[in-house]
């Protein structure tokens, strides 16, 4: 159905935009609930709301009492009340991510068993699931085969795949995503700033104009002064140039991995990394004489190049799936710059020289003149005559230093002939 929607020129969501591309599912509605189950919902309602009560009153007086205790530091440490907030009330939401292990696969698989035919609000919540798992004796780690565990492995691996990079159904769901991730990195840059000094900027928009995601930036701290004193732009007309632009390119996940536009990013990729490890801005990358103008010129190398790839600049690289693979190595990092030690440019530098003696071309040699050989010395035209002789260097030098001095007056007066000499001024 989305191939065909794309096919007639769907462009109404990022989904239909990418009709090959997994899809999140939305919550289905759960079926009517029967007058028991709306009694039985009602009563649990009440308890969680006496409950909820019980624990906001619990917290409302912790709170109290933690801002007189606030107050008091900052007033003892002469800083704001913010900033010991900030600092005892901040947790990070990004955590690294660990291996699947086992026993969520099996809990995972279980989930999706018991929870496929149930209504929302009935399910099993994961403390059930995971009592049902270690219930089930065909579920025990000592009787699953080695490629069992992996099944529920790979099936657990391609959920999370899916949650993370999978398209949104529709844009209402693609703008809420949006915006609750905007509100996590804006937690997370402010706690940055906090613990650390750190300015950020970030600008976000939709890339179509069908999308529900309001172009918006935001700045910790007075970082979007930078905007305006040093670039003389104000970031509200930099977020609405940037999502015109976005839109303007109108490209699905298909077209922005072209290869033309992998290769470009490559590029980008390798020059930046480049610049960043030699802190120098000017440099350029050379691939054909890589080992001599790079490596043992600036003593860095770039490791973790896809072995399947030649090393060669990424616009000689016309395979799709070659270029898509170096650009996703660079963006990740596994193929990235790093300095080299004294020892280790020492052992590099031998290795080359070897190499030469053994009788291999280190690089690309420069072309040789087609005049190699012969005397290119400036010769006289006309037979060598004063009158055809060119000037040399330094006559031309005084010639132009002569055109530089001021010219003198035409008249002076004579300062004999000044009517303050007679002392018959007028009055």
């Given at each position: 159905?989305?191939?065909?929607?794309h096919?007639?020129?769907?462009?109404?969501?990022?989904?239909?935009?990418?009709?090959?591309?997994?899809?999140i599912?939305?919550?289905?509605?759960?079926?009517?609930?029967?007058?028991?189950?709306?009694?039985s919902?009602?009563?649990?309602?009440a308890?969680?709301?006496?409950?909820?009560k019980?624990?906001h009153?619990?917290?409302?007086?912790?709170?109290?009492?933690?801002?007189q205790k606030?107050?008091?530091?900052?007033?003892?440490?002469?800083?704001t009340?913010?900033?010991v907030?900030?600092?005892?009330?901040f947790?990070?939401?990004?955590?690294?991510?660990r291996?699947?292990?086992?026993?969520?696969?099996?809990?995972?698989?279980?989930?999706?068993?018991?929870?496929?035919?149930?209504?929302?609000?009935?399910?099993y919540t994961?403390?059930?699931?995971?009592?049902?798992?270690?219930?089930?004796?065909?579920?025990h780690?000592?009787?699953?085969?080695?490629?069992?565990?992996?099944?529920?492995?790979?099936?657990?691996?391609?959920?999370?795949?899916?949650?993370?990079s999978?398209s949104?159904?529709?844009?209402?769901a693609?703008?809420?995503?949006?915006?609750?991730?905007?509100?996590?990195?804006?937690?997370?840059?402010?706690?940055?700033?906090?613990?650390?000094?750190?300015?950020?900027?970030?600008?976000?928009?939709?890339?179509h104009?069908?999308?529900?995601t309001?172009a918006t930036?935001?700045?910790t701290?007075?970082?979007?002064d930078?905007?305006?004193?040093?670039?003389?732009?104000?970031?509200?007309?930099?977020?609405?140039?940037?999502?015109?632009?976005?839109?303007?390119q109108?490209?699905?996940?298909?077209?922005?991995?072209?290869?033309?536009?992998?290769?470009?990013?490559?590029?980008?990729?390798?020059?930046?990394?480049?610049?960043?490890?030699?802190?120098?801005t000017?440099?350029?990358?050379?691939?054909?004489?890589?080992?001599?103008?790079?490596?043992?010129?600036?003593?860095?190398?770039?490791?973790?190049?896809?072995?399947?790839?030649?090393?060669t600049?990424?616009?000689?690289?016309?395979?799709?799936?070659?270029?898509?693979?170096?650009?996703?190595?660079?963006?990740?990092?596994?193929?990235?710059?790093?300095?080299?030690?004294?020892?280790?440019?020492e052992?590099?530098?031998?290795?080359?020289e070897?190499?030469?003696?053994?009788?291999?071309?280190?690089?690309?040699?420069?072309?040789?003149?087609?005049?190699?050989g012969?005397s290119?010395?400036?010769?006289?035209?006309?037979?060598?005559?004063?009158?055809?002789?060119?000037?040399?260097?330094?006559?031309?030098?005084q010639?132009?230093?002569?055109h530089?001095?001021?010219?003198?007056?035409?008249i002076?007066?004579?300062?004999?002939?000044?009517?303050?000499?007679?002392?018959?001024?007028?009055?």
């Open positions: 159905m989305e191939a065909h929607l096919d007639k020129g769907d462009n109404s969501c990022w989904s239909a935009r990418n009709p090959g591309r997994p899809v599912p939305t919550r289905a509605k759960g079926a009517p609930l029967t007058d028991a189950e709306k009694a919902r009602a009563l649990k309602a308890q969680r709301k006496q409950s909820q019980a624990l009153d619990a917290i409302a007086e912790f709170v109290t009492e933690q801002s606030i107050g008091e530091i900052a007033r003892l440490h002469n800083v009340q913010d900033h907030k900030n600092l005892v009330n947790h990070t939401h990004y955590k690294k991510t291996a699947p292990q086992l026993m969520n696969a099996l809990v995972h698989a279980k989930a999706k068993e018991v929870n496929a035919d149930l209504p929302t609000g009935s399910k994961l403390k059930e699931v995971r009592k049902l798992v270690e219930d089930d004796p065909a579920l780690p000592h009787m699953l085969t080695q490629d069992e565990k992996n099944s529920y492995i790979t099936d657990l691996v391609e959920y999370r795949t899916l949650k993370t999978g949104r159904a529709n844009n209402i693609a703008a809420r995503d949006v915006v609750a991730t905007t509100e996590k990195i804006k937690e997370e840059l402010d706690g940055l700033h906090d613990r650390c000094g750190t300015y950020a900027t970030f600008v976000i928009a939709g890339g104009v069908n999308d529900q309001p930036w935001y700045a701290d007075n970082a979007s930078f905007w305006e004193d040093a670039l003389n732009l104000v970031l509200d007309d930099v977020a609405r140039k940037f999502e015109q632009w976005a839109c303007s109108g490209k699905n996940i298909v077209e922005r991995d072209s290869l033309e536009n992998m290769q470009k990013q490559a590029a980008r990729l390798v020059l930046a990394g480049l610049r960043r490890v030699t802190n120098k000017n440099i350029i990358m050379n691939y054909p004489n890589y080992m001599k103008a790079i490596v043992l010129s600036y003593g860095v190398i770039l490791e973790g190049w896809p072995t399947t790839i030649p090393f600049s990424p616009w000689n690289i016309h395979t799709v799936s070659d270029m898509r693979a170096l650009r996703d190595a660079l963006k990740a990092g596994t193929c990235a710059w790093k300095t080299m030690s004294r020892s280790e440019l052992k590099y530098k031998a290795d080359v070897r190499r030469q003696i053994a009788g291999e071309v280190i690089g690309k040699p420069r072309k040789k003149r087609s005049d190699a012969t290119r010395k400036r010769k006289n035209a006309a037979g060598g005559s004063k009158e055809n002789r060119r000037p040399s260097k330094k006559s031309r030098e010639t132009r230093a002569s530089r001095q001021p010219k003198s007056r035409e002076i007066e004579d300062s004999d002939e000044s009517p303050s000499s007679d002392g018959d001024e007028e009055d």
